[in-house]
């Protein structure tokens, strides 16, 4: 069982930054692949971001590519998502999920909100 839990969610004006962090109890971390995903309300939840646990590659949904950058500290078994250039669309729920080595997402945080004023 892999417990998420994720921080640093808040309030920010447009063209802010923020970084979300999510800490991962799994014993065996680096064998994750870890993501990010948002939720806006009335809206599918989009996929964000995600690196892997082969070889810490990262990929970015088409939202995220160019602004937030997704990086994992395996020796603390937490994963960052650092945001920049932020839009009101960015609005949303964000949540930390974990898929052990290359198999579907099975762990998922409680979410924290980020809020983009215009």
């Known amino acids: 069982q892999v417990q998420l839990v994720e921080s640093g969610g808040g309030l920010v004006q447009a063209g802010g930054s923020l970084r979300l962090s999510c800490a991962a109890s799994a014993r065996t971390f680096s064998t994750y692949t870890m993501g990010w995903f948002r939720q806006a309300p009335g809206k599918e939840r989009e996929f964000v971001a995600a690196?892997?646990?082969?070889?810490?590659?990262?990929y970015y949904g088409n939202s995220a590519e160019g602004r937030f950058a997704i990086s994992r500290d395996n020796a603390k078994n937490t994963v960052a998502l650092q945001m920049n250039s932020l839009k009101p669309e960015d609005t949303a729920i964000y949540y930390c999920?974990?898929?052990?080595?290359?198999?579907?997402?099975?762990?998922w945080g409680q979410g924290t909100q980020v809020t983009v004023s215009s």
């Open positions: 690196i892997s646990w082969r070889g810490g590659s990262a």
């Open positions: 999920a974990a898929a052990l080595l290359d198999r579907e997402y099975g762990y």
